[in-house]
Nanobody
Framework: VQLQASGGGLVQAGGSLRLSCAAS????????MGWFRQAPGKEREFVAA????????NYADSVKGRFTISRDNAKNTVYLQMNSLKPEDTAVYYC???????????????????WGQGTQVTVSS
């Protein structure tokens, strides 16, 4: 399995970015994809997750109402639309793939088997 994250960049506060994560190597209908982020000097934290089948979503409180996770099953790609960006959203964003067996555990990193390489998001004030 390979995960390729893209779409990061530099944006001003209040702006928007859309991250993409393309998955390859197997079928994913029973899996879930998550986005995590890690800011300098901080631990990696959960951002959002989505089930490939059915599209159930979950968000961290810090991004609810601003970020939207979605998927395109035909393209095996998950997106993270980030609106109303704040300087505190600055981080390296990682996508990850997990079995999604226990949905309540998807905010936790051990629930994921595969990780992408990360893409930098920088929000200037």
């Amino acid at each position: 399995v390979q995960l390729q994250a893209s779409g990061g960049g530099l944006v001003q506060a209040g702006g928007s970015l859309r991250l993409s994560c393309a998955a390859s190597g197997r079928t994913f209908s029973s899996y879930a994809m998550g986005w995590f982020r890690q800011a300098p000097g901080k631990e990696r934290e959960f951002v959002a997750a989505i089930r490939w089948s059915g599209g159930t979503t979950n968000y961290a409180d810090s991004v609810k109402g601003r970020f939207t996770i979605s998927r395109d099953n035909a393209k095996n790609t998950v997106y993270l639309q980030m609106n109303s960006l704040k300087p505190e959203d600055t981080a390296v964003y990682y996508c990850a793939l997990g079995r999604g067996t226990i949905w309540s555990q998807m905010p936790y990193q051990p629930s994921y088997d595969y990780w992408g390489q990360g893409t930098q998001v920088t929000v200037s004030s």
